[in-house]
């Protein structure tokens, strides 16, 4: 098949299995599962013969592209002198998307088989599969995308996806307020990056991405303006990709079914604002301030969510809060002026995260619970496949040699250290905390002692057929082996192929730096020991009154309370006010006063309906008479 | 026997007119007012007649406006008692006073 069939394979296959389980009578709708692996499985195998096809070749770009609007002759906008506006529509391919595209639909594909085992028993599993495939269209559209707007349709479309999803549990209420939360606060964002989009167009007349070189721009447009439309497109990023201070919505979205934050939130839609960063670089080194916002908002994201993972409870918690620190350490390299390493680190982080994510589901279908106390406790230690995976996912995330996290990690701490002593300390203390909270983790769920009354409760409740068993394990296996192919794929062994195919120059290996990072493990490590070594005595701690530190943590720094005074206080506070002045001035002063004005006026004119024949009469006589009067006067008689 | 002039018909037709508008306008008994307005009609009837003896060759389509006028008095008439009395048997009175439901 050719390229472009190809394309539009993966895009239409999981949207043709989204309509067809709706189209399905009910009967036939159990079907849903086989059809959304299907699905899944037709885009991830033509997406693999895509990446078998050109991943060798440099230089790889291949752009299938058609007019869409075109307007000429005439300007948009006073003060700019541009007259030619093309709108297009197409898809690009080039190793970027070819990475992105083959991390989605691999990963749609696993997710898809451990959904068959995760949600065997929820009655409506053709909605959530129907919905999965919903979101594997979606995002391929995105990734293929060759210009900013269709970028947004599918932008939108995502987001719409994550809304279904997250909400999927539509009777539980936290479900509901959950999707609401992760969809306003993407709305507002989204807000700035299409204000972004429209200006970039109104400015340059172009929205292709392969327009967007920093040269051209730059030799169009002022750098103030330059920054302004940076920053407007780093909004939505940071809508999409949970950055400071929009990233309060991801550890909500956890209410949705696990392999969901498997896929969405944690390796392909919240990656897509880093992806964006990368696809239009180009805007964002145009500007340098826009670099150092990005470096920064990075830096801030990746150290808030680090820090909040050490507190928390909840498995899924503790990994969205990770999945924030990690997307703003991918953002941090961007800021730093490395986008093919935080590319790098996007893709592994993918694959060893929604293992994680996996893992978590694991654990919490089989022991019913989010906690990772009673995890162990249920006897989590037992289940052999899961603590394995998670061990092998969690000592990736730590960035443990030779596991495809030490590589990524590795890079970007170097571009931060090229960009100067604060970011790179940044990226330090971030690696210190991701290690800690990783080692409590699993220190928690491996070595709290099981209680006694919890034996054999796993294999009471769940009498696995061996389908659903493989459906659990396969996933878990295979995409542990895929991070570590993908972080081989960037090692200096392999001679760094995977950043050359992405175009990046060749970085040195540097010992020091090596040194200082396998350092950081140990700390970490150690301090994670030294506090979790006894779980039950580290939440005999947690029963104690807190500092002022932990304060901090448990009311996640205080910034959904912010978020709430801001909306209750001064949102709802500005709105009464207005209520009221609606209600008192053009209401009751411009609407009402109107009204009865004219009602009075009408009560005036109504006196002189006396309803005596004869006055009528008197006043026709009178008339008359004047007519006449005026009529013979103006005869001249 | 008087002087005959077109001038002494306008006159008393200018006379009959005067009464018959007054009697319109400041009689409350519905029965007078109909015969105001009757007194009103025959003015210009005499108006008619006048003008076709004095300033008219031919001496007949004056006439005939009057006939015309008396078979139209004649309907009026009867319409307008008619009404006068559906307006008794509601009201019990013909006083044009009594009749102001329509007031504003």
Redesign the interface.
Known sequence: MSDLNLLWTIQLAPLAVFLAVFALPKTARRAAPALGVLGAGLAAVSCLVLAARHGASHGLRVEFQADWLRVSGAGLWPGVSLTDYRVVVGFLLDPVNLLMLTLVTVISFFVQVFSVYYMAEDPSRPRYFAFLSFFSFTMTGLVLSNNLLQTFLFWELVGLASYLLIGFWVEKPAAATAARKAFVVNRLADLGFYLGIVLLFIFTGTLRFADLQPGTLGATLSPGILTFLGLLVLCGVMGKSAQFPFHVWLPDAMEGPTPVSALIHSATMVAAGVFLLVRSYGLFAASAATLDWTLAIGALTALVGAALATSQRDIKKILAYSTVSQLGFMVMAIGAGAPASGMFHLTTHAFFKSMLFLTAGAFIHRFHTNDIWEIGRSGGASDRLALGALAFGLLSLAGLPPLAGFFSKDLILEALRERGALPFAAGLLVSFLTVYYSTRLFLVIALTQKAPQAHGHAAHEHHETPVLAACRALPLVSLGGLSLVAGAAGTPVLGHRLLHWLGAHTPHTDWTLVGITLGLIAGGAGLGWAFFRDPAAAEGRLLRPAGAVRRALDRKFYIDDLYVFWVKRVGLGIAAFLNLFDKKVPNRLMVDRTSYAVLDLGKIASRLQSGLLQDYLSVAVAATVLILFFLMRSRGL | MMHQSLSSYLWISTALFAIG?YG???R?NLVA?LISLELILNSAGLNFVAFNRFALVDKSSGQVFMIFIVALAAAEVCIGLSLILLLYRRTDSID??R??????
């Open positions: 508008l319109l306008l400041a409350r007012v044009t006073e009749a102001k439901e329509l007031n504003g």
